[in-house]
């Protein structure tokens, strides 16, 4: 059974900082890497940042020097820290399994999300 729970959205102003949490089932995190996605309204959902289970980390151009992702296998639990938030971070962030080879995500089935709004 695959479960993806994410928390820890909410509205900030630019250059606050969050942190969202994504809580994976012991088989969905198993030995596999780990992603944030985010959708903003009207564009295409798309890969924020990724780890792998050993810690290897993949980040878009957009967020790199600002976001920081990271996991701890015993809370089976992936991190993904926020600073310096821009409103062009406002999204809906999700997590799911990456295909570390494409960076596309492995599963259909996506969580609630957790919603990010970004004031100026």
């Known amino acids: 059974q695959v479960l993806l729970e994410e928390s820890g959205g909410g509205s900030v102003r630019t250059g606050d900082s969050l942190t969202l949490s994504c809580v994976l089932s012991?088989?969905?995190?198993?030995?596999?890497?780990i992603g944030w996605f985010r959708q903003a309204p009207g564009k295409q959902r798309e890969l924020v940042a990724a780890v792998t289970s050993g810690g290897g980390t993949n980040y878009a151009d957009s967020v790199k020097g600002r976001f920081t992702i990271s996991r701890d296998n015993a809370k089976i639990t992936v991190y993904l820290q926020m600073n310096s938030l821009k409103p062009e971070d406002t999204a809906v962030y999700y997590c799911n399994v990456v295909v570390w080879a494409t960076m596309e995500p492995l599963y259909d089935y996506w969580g609630q999300g957790t919603q990010v709004t970004v004031s100026s």
């Open positions: 012991e088989h969905t995190a198993s030995s596999n890497a």
